[in-house]
Nanobody, 120 residues
Framework: QVQPVESGGGSVQAGGSLRLSCTTSRLTYCMGWFRQAPGKEREGVAR???????DYVNTVKGRFTISRDNAKNTVYLQMNALKPDDTATYYC?????????????????WGQGTQVTVSS
């Protein structure tokens, strides 16, 4: 399994938008996005299954959208109305089972991460 590769991070002002991309050798049933801010634990942000079912952590609901393009082996995270609290390194993750959720236990492969910085 090739490690997922994230891209699309950067620096934006509060209220701005970014779209993260994650490309891998093949999309699995469960794909997700996590983030980790300095001094904090990694948290699940969003997940999506192969049939398009999605779930989000409460703090991003209504602002972030996860999607996948199976033909391109790519998963996206569209982030709108960004806040300084969204500042973190964002990681793409792949599950290797036929169950899916936002927690770490559902995922087995992780990318190197892409930095997102939101200034006030």
């Amino acid at each position: 399994q090739v490690q997922p590769v994230e891209s699309g991070g950067g620096s934006v002002q509060a209220g701005g938008s970014l779209r993260l991309s994650c490309t891998t050798s093949r999309l699995t049933y469960c794909m997700g996005w996590f983030r980790q801010a300095p001094g904090k634990e990694r948290e699940g942000v969003a997940r999506i299954t192969s049939n398009g079912s999605t779930d989000y952590v409460n703090t991003v609901k209504g602002r972030f959208t996860i999607s996948r393009d199976n033909a391109k082996n790519t998963v996206y995270l569209q982030m709108n109305a960004l806040k300084p609290d969204d500042t973190a390194t964002y990681y793409c993750a792949e599950g290797d089972r036929d169950i899916c959720g936002i927690g770490d236990r559902f995922f087995s492969y992780w990318g190197q991460g892409t930095q997102v910085t939101v200034s006030s």
